[in-house]
């Protein structure tokens, strides 16, 4: 916070500088005709008021699903999509700015900054040099699509829209944490993902090549652009192939976190909505990304 008061001082100094012979300049908050620490109160109250803007192309629905027999349900709202890269790329530059992450050689971590998020100091949030793998009609299918020159996060062209890799449990929970959104527990997950609690995979009652990307589809790349391959349920799409999902569910109580769904080469007995996996918080890798709610 005092990195973002030196900063927003320094512009309406300077703003105050440039307007020094004009009449009651727009930076005026406070209607004095002066640029002073009062407009930058006013100024403050409002950008907390506003707070962080959502990352591009976040889209929503609205659920209220019981849930599975005996486990919770899911009421509230979860990204109709899988998180790109390009959200996570906006999250990335925007962190880098307010000194949430730092970048050590090839690995993003955590780091203590200004924004009110909870961070995880020293911790991977994201492995810029993910090689992906060869397998199952793709080259380097899977592999990081974000990389890092001249001080800035940028995205491989043609990968904006693919589903982010490469990122831990920790750099899932850090863009939840930055934005204000959370991960869903591995129940909410499979709330949503049977609809009406008659799906078996979630895209339907049955699964094929031509409704969710997993082995044997069609995906030089390993993953695909978000929703490619329909809407389901909800309105949700990818929650059966693409990338697995990190929950914020511990397995047995440990420090293991469970993941849901299914990736791009498995095979259809992987992809029901009852799957699950277990991953190591700090761990990425190819198959893994993540989903948010709210």
């Given amino acids: 916070m005092k990195k973002i008061i030196l900063i927003l001082a320094v512009v309406l100094i300077a703003f105050s500088k440039k307007q020094a012979f004009a009449a009651c300049p727009s930076a005026d908050l406070t209607g004095d005709c002066k640029i002073n620490f009062d407009d930058f109160a006013v100024l403050a109250s409002q950008w907390l008021d506003e707070g962080v803007p959502e990352p591009n192309g976040m889209v929503w629905e609205d659920i209220n699903d019981p849930g599975v027999s005996g486990h919770e349900g899911f009421i509230g709202e979860m990204s109709k999509y899988e998180t790109t890269n390009a959200q996570y790329c906006q999250f990335l530059n925007a962190a880098l700015a307010t000194g949430d992450v730092i970048v050590d050689v090839s690995h993003v971590k955590g780091a203590d900054g200004s924004n009110s998020g909870v961070d995880f100091v020293g911790q991977t949030y994201y492995y810029l040099d993910g090689p992906g793998f ?138 029901t909505v009852a799957w699950m996996n277990i991953g190591i918080p700090h761990n990425t890798s190819y198959t893994v990304g993540f989903r948010v709610c709210r």
């Fill in 134 to 271: 060869t397998y199952n009609e793709a080259t380097n299918g899977g592999a990081a699509r974000i990389n890092f020159s001249g001080g800035v996060f940028t995205v491989d062209s043609g990968f904006d829209n693919h589903p982010v890799t490469y990122v831990s449990w920790y750099g899932s929970t850090a863009f939840c944490n930055y934005y204000g959104y959370r991960l869903p527990t591995e129940w909410q997950w499979q709330a949503v993902a049977d609809y009406d609690g008659s799906y078996t995979y979630g895209c339907g009652t049955s699964i094929n090549n031509n409704i969710a990307n997993y082995s044997g589809s069609t995906h030089p790349d390993g993953t695909t652009v978000v929703g490619s391959f329909g809407t389901y349920g909800y309105g949700m799409c990818d929650m059966a192939g693409n990338v697995l999902e990190w929950t914020d569910s511990l397995y047995l109580g440990g420090s293991d976190r469970i993941i849901r769904s299914s990736h791009w080469y498995n095979g259809d007995i992987y992809c």
